[in-house]
């Protein structure tokens, strides 16, 4: 149990375009999701915490108008990188909680964005 | 707010035997959870282990366990009998149990276990 998807594990885009990234909770219902971006050789930076039927939280220094989330769902969460430039790329990852959190947080596999 | 430092930036072990990674964390709360994740070269995050805070029962998976000295604020992985697949990056995470939190983990910067045959 608690399996969370992303899609697209791997995308490349042009700079000045936006792309979207899904995170799936798929065997449970999750209230709340966060969304990560990870740097070579770092640790997970937080970015925002998603929250279904709500808007996302930021984490101080992120962009809220370049980093769009939507978690309408208690399966999915979007992320949307507009208008993306180089220094986007990156890993992003997100993860998910199922019941009363405890359990900790369950992690998707993550997707590769580069920006050409 | 919480830290969460792990002091050994790399490690090595040799196949089958016996490894111990170090965490420490800061925080003012009294009741919590800490976590070790697991990112193999795939970079999947993985859960490995967790800790209530207000259990003295240090917790066991299989060949992973931990040392968790609640005074000391230290929560120690041990992983016996290495095997080549524990290659991977391993971070220790902390998580309030309640109020406003939401949730959220606090990590350590990780340290890179290397499992030699």
């Known amino acids: 149990g608690a399996v969370v998807s992303q899609h697209p594990s791997r995308v490349i885009c042009k700079s000045g375009t936006s792309v979207k990234i899904e995170c799936r909770s798929l065997?449970?219902?999750?209230?709340?999701m966060f969304w990560y971006r990870q740097f070579p050789k770092q640790s997970l930076m937080l970015m925002a915490t998603?929250?279904?039927?709500?808007?996302?939280?930021?984490e101080q220094g992120v962009e809220k108008d370049k980093f769009l989330i939507n978690h309408a769902s208690l399966t999915l969460s979007t992320l949307t990188v507009t208008s993306a430039h180089p220094e986007d790329s990156s890993f992003y990852i997100c993860s998910a909680i199922p019941g009363l959190g405890v359990g900790g947080q369950f992690f998707g596999p993550g997707t590769r964005l580069t920006v050409l | 707010a919480q830290t969460v430092t792990q002091s050994q930036p790399e490690m090595s072990v040799q196949e089958a035997e016996t490894v111990t990674l170090s965490c420490t964390y800061d925080?003012?709360?009294?009741?919590?959870?800490l976590f070790w994740y697991k990112q193999p070269p795939s970079r999947q995050m993985i859960l490995v282990i967790r800790?209530?805070?207000?259990?003295?029962q240090n917790a066991t998976e299989n060949r992973f366990s931990v040392n968790f000295q609640k005074a000391a604020k230290s929560f120690s992985l041990k992983i016996s009998d290495s095997q080549l697949g524990d290659t991977a990056m391993y971070f220790c995470?902390?998580?309030?149990?309640?109020?406003?939190?939401?949730?959220?983990?606090?990590f350590g910067k990780g340290t890179l276990l290397t499992v030699n045959p």
């Open positions: 065997d449970f219902q999750a209230t709340t």
């Open positions: 800790q209530e805070a207000y259990k003295q």
């Open positions: 998603s929250n279904e039927g709500s808007k996302a939280t930021y």
């Open positions: 925080t003012s709360e009294n009741n919590y959870y």
């Open positions: 995470a902390f998580m309030k149990k309640s109020g406003g939190s939401n949730y959220k983990l606090t």
